[in-house]
């Protein structure tokens, strides 16, 4: 298996413009999860998806984060309008069970706004 | 809150030896606690998986013992190479079955 896929992997952007990430789960897996990390924060869980389905978004910022999981094996995390505050890695994250254990990360998106 | 410590230095450690590093957390004892490497530019890569009523579990040359009553984990790799030189992560449940709290992690150099 080619392990989580995210793209793009850096996405430079400027203040106020639409940004939307991307993510292709482990096939088979249950449990999808997007993370944001930073050095101030650490990693932090922003939402989490088990069937598709978004069971918890509470670690969303605001209302300009939006995600979603149309299928098994696609999700996109949508940022609009973006803000220099939201400049952190992204990571996507799936997992075989239905819960946190064992999750396998993507490579991250990069993003910085300017 | 819960809060996790994880030494926020980097710890130097010559190959060959055990290297050992640290997760402290307060308030109450997780369910289970978890393990993760993660290098420059990558994502965190899981290790290994201790629940609350294991004391130890064992992977190759990686150990991870939990104390409740310390409220503490250690997680040890043994004959440490230049390879396993990165940043360790421990995260832990919050007894929601899928909200984990991270530390900020450890970086681990070993030096040949």
């Known amino acids: 298996d080619a392990g989580v896929i995210q793209s793009p992997r850096h996405e430079v952007t400027e203040m106020g413009q639409e940004v939307t990430l991307r993510c292709k789960p482990i096939s088979g897996h249950n449990s999808l999860f997007w993370y944001r990390q930073t050095m101030m924060r650490g990693l932090e869980l922003l939402i989490y998806f088990n069937n598709n389905v978004p069971i918890d978004d509470s670690g969303m910022p605001e209302d300009r984060f939006s995600a979603k999981m149309p299928n098994a094996s696609f999700s996109t995390l949508k940022i609009q309008p973006s803000e220099p505050r939201d400049s952190a890695v992204y990571f996507c994250?799936?997992?075989?069970?239905?819960?946190?254990?064992?999750?396998?990360f993507g490579p991250g998106t990069r993003l910085t706004v300017t | 809150s819960q809060k996790i410590e994880q030494n926020s230095e980097a710890l130097n450690i010559q190959e060959g030896k055990t290297a050992t590093l640290t997760c402290n957390y307060t308030n109450y004892s997780p369910a289970y606690l978890q393990w993760y490497r993660q290098d420059p530019g990558r994502g965190p890569v899981f290790l290994l998986l201790?629940?609350?009523n294991e004391k130890e579990k064992r992977k190759e040359r990686l150990k991870v013992t939990f104390d409740t009553t310390l409220k503490q984990s250690l997680f040890h790799i043994t004959a440490s190479q230049p390879a396993d030189s990165a940043t360790y992560l421990c995260a832990l449940d919050m007894h929601s079955n899928y909200q984990l709290i991270w530390g900020a992690g450890t970086k681990l150099i070993i030096k040949p």
């Open positions: 201790i629940r609350e």
């Open positions: 994250a799936s997992s075989p069970t239905d819960s946190s254990y064992e999750q396998y």
